[in-house]
Nanobody, 117 residues
Framework: QVQVVESGGGLARPGESLRLSCAASGMMFSAYAMGWYRQAPGKQRELVALRLSGGTTDHADSVKGRFTISRGNTLNTVYLQMNNLKPEDTAVYYC???????????WGQGTQVTVSS
C-alpha cells in the first residue's frame, strides 16, 4: 500500500532550473530511504541523489554542484532542486522509497524532464 508520487517535471532550456517534488505514504513507522533516479532513452536507470533515513545525502558525480536533494517539512517528502540543467539531464525522473530492513523498493510513475534549446 506504499504510494509514491512525483511532480515538477517539464521543459527547460540549458542553464535553467527545475524543482521536483516527491510525496510518499504508507510506510507507517518503518525506517526508509528516499531518492531520485532517472532513465534516459536507450539507457539504464541510474541513481541521481539519495537521502538516507538519518539525513545523510549523496549525489551522483554527474550532478554534484548542480542538483540538491532535500527533505520537506515532513519525513515522507523530498525535493530535487536542479540548477544549471544540461541536455544530458533529459530523462524520466523517478522517486524511490526503499525500506531499510527488507530492502523493498517502491517507485513513482515518473516525471519527464526535457532540457532542450
Amino acid at each position: 500500500q506504499v504510494q509514491v508520487v512525483e511532480s515538477g517535471g517539464g521543459l527547460a532550456r540549458p542553464g535553467e532550473s527545475l524543482r521536483l517534488s516527491c510525496a510518499a505514504s504508507g510506510m507507517m513507522f518503518s525506517a526508509y530511504a528516499m531518492g531520485w533516479y532517472r532513465q534516459a532513452p536507450g539507457k539504464q536507470r541510474e541513481l541521481v541523489a539519495l537521502r538516507l533515513s538519518g539525513g545523510t545525502t549523496d549525489h551522483a558525480d554527474s550532478v554534484k554542484g548542480r542538483f540538491t536533494i532535500s527533505r520537506g517539512n515532513t519525513l515522507n517528502t523530498v525535493y530535487l532542486q536542479m540548477n544549471n540543467l544540461k541536455p544530458e539531464d533529459t530523462a524520466v525522473y523517478y522517486c524511490n522509497v526503499q525500506m531499510i530492513s527488507g530492502g523493498q523498493n517502491y517507485w513513482g510513475q515518473g516525471t519527464q524532464v526535457t532540457v532542450s534549446s
